[in-house]
C-alpha cells in the first residue's frame, strides 16, 4: 500500500513497504510541462507497516506516475495478494497528491490514497478504503531523514474506525558507492492494526539498497512488537523477517 513520492522513496520503502513510485528527473520522460514516471518490484514478502500481506510469499508490484511541474501528480501502485473473499488477488492504490521544495534540502509531501481490491467478494464485506498522508523530509548531505503521518477516518471497511500511522525514517548513502543504508521505525493505532491485541503496535526496519542504474536491489529486516499471542494461525504474519526487492524503475 504503499510509500508516497521523492519526499520519502527510499526509506518508506523499507519501513512501511508502501511507496508511491518516485519522480523521474530524465528529460526523456518528460512531455511539456508533464513527467511520466513508474517501474516494477518484485519482493520476497509483501510487507505492510510490518505485517505481512502476502502470506509470506513473492508478489510482483508495478507503479505509475504523471507528475506536474507545478509539483501536483497522479499515480496508481499494485500488488498481488493471496487470494480471498474479501480482498480477491489484486491491490491497486490510486494517489492524487502535492509534492514541493520548501526549503534547500527540505520537501513536504500531501496525498490521498484510495486503497482499492477490485476482485473482492461483495457479499464478504466493505474493503477499500481512503487515507490521508503526510510527510516531511530533509537532506543533509548523505543523509536524510523522513517524518510521516497517515491518517484514515472513520470508514465501514475499517470496522467504523479510524486508523492513525506515524513513521520516522533515516537513510546514508555511502560517499562515492551505489550504497544506502536505511533504518525506520513506525507506529499504528487504530483499526488497521487489529493484528495486535489492541490495535497499537511498533514496526520497524534496517536495511540497504543497492543501485546499478535503472536497477535497485535492496534488503530490509523488518519486526514489530506485536506479541505472538491469540490466533495462532497469523503468527507468521508479523515474525520478524529479512525482504528482499528487486526494481526496475522509468
Not at 501536483?72 to 480482498?87: A, D, K, M, Q
Not at 484510495?114 to 477499500?128: E, F, L, Q, R, V
Not at 470496522?159 to 513506525?186: C, K, M, Q, R, W
Request: hydrophobic letters at 35%.
Amino acid at each position: 500500500m504503499k510509500f508516497l513520492g521523492k519526499a520519502c522513496f527510499g526509506m518508506l520503502l523499507a519501513a512501511s513497504a508502501m511507496s508511491t513510485p518516485a519522480f523521474a528527473q530524465d528529460d526523456e520522460n518528460k512531455v511539456g510541462p508533464f513527467t511520466l514516471s513508474g517501474g516494477v518490484d518484485i519482493v520476497s514478502d509483501y510487507r505492510y507497516r510490518g505485517i505481512s500481506l502476502s502470506n509470506e510469499k513473492v508478489e510482483i508490484q508495478p507503479s505509475l506516475t504523471l507528475t506536474h511541474d507545478s509539483g501536483f501528480y497522479v499515480g496508481t501502485w499494485g500488488s498481488g495478494l493471496p487470494n480471498s473473499p474479501l480482498y480477491g488477488k489484486f491491490e491497486l492504490d490510486l494517489i492524487a497528491g502535492f509534492s514541493t521544495e520548501v526549503a534547500p534540502g527540505t520537501t513536504i509531501d500531501l496525498n490521498t490514497t484510495y486503497y482499492a481490491y477490485p476482485g473482492h467478494h461483495k457479499g464478504a464485506g466493505p474493503a477499500d478504503y481512503v487515507e490521508v498522508i503526510g510527510s516531511l523530509s530533509h537532506d543533509i548531505g548523505p543523509l536524510s531523514a523522513t517524518g510521516l503521518v497517515a491518517y484514515a477516518p472513520s470508514q465501514k471497511s475499517l470496522g467504523s474506525e479510524d486508523n492513525l500511522y506515524l513513521n520516522l525514517g533515516l537513510g546514508f548513502g555511502i560517499p562515492n558507492t551505489p550504497v544506502t543504508l536505511n533504518a525506520g521505525l513506525g507506529y499504528t493505532d487504530g483499526s488497521l492494526g487489529t493484528a495486535a491485541a489492541d490495535g497499537n503496535y511498533l514496526d520497524w526496519s534496517i536495511g540497504a539498497s543497492y543501485s546499478a542504474g535503472p536497477a535497485t536491489l535492496s534488503v530490509a529486516y523488518i519486526d514489530t512488537d506485536i506479541k505472538k499471542t491469540g490466533v495462532k494461525a497469523d503468527d507468521t504474519l508479523y515474525d520478524p523477517t529479512v525482504v528482499f526487492t528487486l526494481g526496475v524503475a522509468f
